[in-house]
């Protein structure tokens, strides 16, 4: 369980990665779900694993709270082996599954950490924006987009706190079996549900308070600019598209 307080939020501070453009980041984001989704190759997969940690470098967040993410969900972890050893999968299969995965956490967690809560509403909308065909309030869309994406980093982190108070009291998780440690996050589970939807509710009622309106289309007041290391890291995802699309033989 994870005590850091940035575990999966935006960590200020100075970096390359920070100061990219948010509508960019998600444009990305989307160019990166298909290699994800359709490619099974084992090498192209471990260089965009790579190019991912060439940017968690880059961002100056400590690499400790991206591998605490992947700690974090190690049981996970235990039961994708134990799915991925039930279909009889190749080890080269199986491998590229867990590299996926590792991928799609960190990558995420890459976004989390380097973008505020006011960029990730800005950037949602405006990358929606060319798809609002049906005229959704696009402005409610990204805060209820944001509030999932923030549920699950504050699960973990209020789950540790209920777990520490419930050791307090002669429930002690940390030092248990496995056997025991499942019946402690069961039976804390749904205090720990309770408290982090009480949380997210506190975050809509702090937007609010900073004048940011669900019922309109939203503005920011600084958006870091489209630069060259924007066009550059979008440059490399397109490469790893083509890359599955020489895979799939479509050209």
Do not use: W
Request: hydrophobic share 50%.
């Amino acid at each position: 369980m994870q005590s850091n307080k940035y575990f999966g939020s935006f960590y200020p501070v100075e970096s390359s990665i920070h100061k990219l453009n948010p509508i960019m980041k998600f444009i990305c984001l989307f160019l990166f779900i298909i290699p994800m989704i359709g490619s099974m190759s084992l090498k192209l997969h471990i260089v965009i694993l790579f190019f991912i940690f060439m940017l968690i470098y880059s961002s100056n967040v400590p690499l400790k709270f991206y591998l605490d993410m992947l700690y974090g969900l190690r049981y996970i972890y235990i039961i994708i082996l134990f799915s991925l050893a039930s279909k009889g999968l190749s080890l080269e299969e199986a491998l590229v599954i867990l590299i996926k995965f590792t991928s799609i956490i960190e990558y995420l967690a890459l976004i989390f950490y380097t973008t505020s809560p006011s960029e990730l509403k800005y950037g949602i909308e405006k990358t929606l924006s060319p798809f609002n065909l049906f005229n959704f309030n696009l402005g409610k869309v990204s805060n209820t987009i944001v509030s999932i994406i923030r549920f699950f980093p504050l699960l973990f982190t209020t789950e540790y706190n209920v777990l520490k108070s419930a050791s307090e009291r002669g429930l002690d998780y940390f030092h248990s079996d496995i056997i025991a440690r499942i019946n402690v996050l069961i039976s804390s589970f749904k205090n720990t549900l309770r408290l982090t939807l009480e949380k997210i509710k506190k975050e809509s009622f702090a937007s609010e308070l900073r004048m940011y309106k669900i019922t309109k289309f939203r503005t920011n007041l600084r958006t870091n600019p489209i630069g060259f290391l924007d066009l550059l890291i979008t440059a490399v995802h397109i490469v790893f598209i083509a890359s599955y699309v020489i895979e799939v033989g479509i050209i």
